[in-house]
């Protein structure tokens, strides 16, 4: 999947979540998929914890991340 249409799924609305970077608007932000990742969680693991969630919903807060360096 292309970049850009990966990073359609990134919102910021500022009703939720305060406004910070979500999936979908849905209530699970960026920086907290990041942190799975960080703190040693795989893909799949992550999925099977948010079943709501796909594999390129994961893919584009990485995506996200790279470009806000």
């Not at 359609?8 to 209530?27: A, D, F, S, Y």
């Amino acid at each position: 999947m292309k970049e850009n249409k990966l990073l359609q799924r990134i919102t910021i609305l500022p009703e939720v979540c305060h406004g910070k970077p979500t999936i979908r608007g849905l209530r699970y932000t960026v920086e907290g998929i990041l942190e799975y990742l960080r703190g040693g969680d795989s893909i799949e693991e992550i999925l099977a914890e948010f079943e709501d969630l796909g594999r390129e919903d994961v893919a584009a807060c990485l995506v996200y991340a790279g470009l806000r360096k």
